[in-house]
Structures are given as structure tokens and as C-alpha cells.
């Protein structure tokens, strides 16, 4: 009876800040560039920065899960750039990236990728998030 009741749950569409993109966006990852640069950026486009968390630190990644951002509507978009690979909590997946996007209920996960691999700067932070933008994603607030 209590795995039919999860999987309902699962199914229901739930009521949530990121279904209208007003929700924090997560930047995660070895960043290359001046944070408050990007939250500036943000600024300018009527993001407010408040709405713009950095988990950064990349030795402090490696003991940091991501299973609170799994079904928690506070949240509309992740950005990911470099992090460890081995993090705490990834189960059975081969890094929490493949977590998030292959387990549902985690906002939408996008690889900040510069053609060579994950590298977390500027320039690509502020193509997500007009690429985000323009699909709806994210929107202003």
C-alpha cells in the first residue's frame, strides 16, 4: 500500500514556484568568474539576485548531496559546472548530474559546458540563463 501511495505522489503534477520559473536558480560547480558579476548580470535583466544561490567550493562539494533540491519548489533551475565526481548520496548513478536528470522531481539541470567539458564562466552562466529565459524556464522577478 505505501509504495502504490509514493508513486501517486510521483505522478501528481505538485503545485510549485518553478512551474512559473520564480524559483532560486542553483549555480553548482567550480565557478571561473566573479559571482557578483553574475548576480549584476542577473540584476540588469530583472532577476533578483537574491533568487541566485552558488555552491561553489569545490572541496566542500565533495561532501555535499543534492537530495534536498529533489521535490523542493523553492527551486526553478540548476546550473552545473565542474564538480567532484564521487559526492555524497549519488546512489547508483555514475555522478549526481546523471542523478538529477535521470530522477524525477529535481528542477531542470542544465551542463554548463564550454565544448571541451563542464567549465562554469561568464560568458556560458549568462547564455543559460537567456537560453532559460527565452524557453521559460526562469522568468523575471
Not at 532560486?24 to 566573479?34: P, Q
Not at 552558488?54 to 555535499?64: A, I, P, V
Not at 519548489?73 to 565526481?85: E, K, M
Amino acid at each position: 500500500m505505501l509504495i502504490f501511495v509514493e508513486e501517486l505522489i510521483k505522478q501528481r503534477p505538485l503545485p510549485c514556484k518553478s512551474e512559473c520559473g520564480l524559483g532560486k536558480i542553483l549555480v553548482i560547480g567550480e565557478a571561473v568568474f566573479d559571482m557578483q558579476k553574475a548576480k549584476g548580470f542577473c540584476k540588469k535583466l530583472g532577476i533578483s539576485s537574491k533568487r541566485i544561490e552558488f555552491c561553489c567550493d569545490y572541496e566542500r562539494l565533495k561532501n555535499r548531496g543534492v537530495g534536498k533540491y529533489q521535490y523542493n519548489d523553492d527551486y526553478s533551475l540548476i546550473i552545473v559546472g565542474a564538480i567532484p565526481h564521487s559526492m555524497r548520496d549519488k546512489g547508483n548513478y555514475s555522478n549526481i548530474i546523471t542523478q538529477m536528470e535521470q530522477e524525477d522531481g529535481f528542477p531542470p539541470v542544465v551542463r554548463a559546458h564550454n565544448g571541451n567539458g563542464l567549465k562554469l564562466t561568464l560568458s556560458i552562466f549568462k547564455q543559460i540563463i537567456n537560453n532559460q529565459l527565452d524557453n521559460g524556464c526562469i522568468c523575471v522577478a
